[in-house]
Antibody, heavy 120, light 107 residues
Framework: QVQLVQSGAEVKKPGASVKVSCKASGYTFTTYYMHWVRQAPGQGLEWMGILNPSDTSTSYAQKFQGRVTMTRDTSTSTVYMELSSLRSEDTAVYYC?????????????WGQGTLVTVSS | DIQMTQSPSSLSASVGDRVTITCRASQSISNYLNWYQQKPGKAPKLLIS???SLQSGVPSRFSGSGSGTDFTLTISSLQPDDFTTYYCQQSYTTPPTFGQGTKVEIK
């Protein structure tokens, strides 16, 4: 069965970077794009970007351009999301999410979420 | 970006009630509208895709309708497990965007 298992919670200081991992299993890793979505405490859902694990191509939401980098390691079927220049407003739960069809833009499998806390 | 507006933001209802949540897009999105249920501390769960296609395993009391800019999620008879938050999301164009959520509370 499809599983997305994310790395554990992180606490970072303003200005630092964080790298969150998402290990995929139960399907052919390079067949499906992977998205990242975040949710600030008590707030709604915000799409951050998409990675094609097959060719590493990416597309990022304009809000995060220049601060976010999505990568993958095919040897471990893991995708990564790195966010730099962290500020308090980046405190959120970060999810990886897989679409039901290769490059569709809705999500039927989600990781469990990784809480990133940005605090001095 | 396409703005998605849900109404109401919250509602109070009783077990057995029929509940309708509305989602409006800032421009036409055809039927590229999806509904999620999210419980506290958990990832969202896809309930309905393409405006009205119920996902496997989702109870039939959930239904979706609409096209263009106006969409609805209906729960025909609320069950105790349904008291949580629901989000709509458009997948018509990038960036995909979500509504602000509707919290369904026990009256």
């Amino acid at each position: 069965q499809v599983q997305l298992v994310q790395s554990g919670a992180e606490v970072k200081k303003p200005g630092a970077s964080v790298k969150v991992s998402c290990k995929a299993s139960g399907y052919t890793f390079t067949t499906y794009y992977m998205h990242w979505v975040r949710q600030a405490p008590g707030q709604g859902l915000e799409w951050m970007g998409i990675l094609n694990p097959s060719d590493t191509s990416t597309s990022y939401a304009q809000k995060f351009q220049g601060r976010v980098t999505m990568t993958r390691d095919t040897s471990t079927s893991t995708v990564y999301m790195e966010l730099s220049s962290l500020r308090s407003e980046d405190t959120a739960v970060y999810y990886c999410a897989r679409p039901p069809y290769s490059n569709s833009y809705y999500f039927d499998y989600w990781g469990q979420g990784t809480l990133v806390t940005v605090s001095s | 970006d396409i703005q998605m507006t849900q109404s109401p933001s919250s509602l109070s209802a009783s077990v057995g009630d029929r509940v309708t949540i509305t989602c409006r897009a800032s421009q036409s999105i055809s039927n590229y509208l999806n509904w999620y249920q999210q419980k506290p501390g958990k990832a969202p769960k896809l309930l309905i895709s393409a405006a009205s296609s119920l996902q496997s395993g989702v109870p039939s009391r959930f239904s979706g309708s609409g096209s263009g800019t106006d969409f609805t999620l209906t729960i025909s008879s609320l069950q105790p497990d349904d008291f949580t938050t629901y989000y709509c999301q458009q997948s018509y164009t990038t960036p995909p965007t979500f509504g602000q959520g509707t919290k369904v509370e026990i009256k």
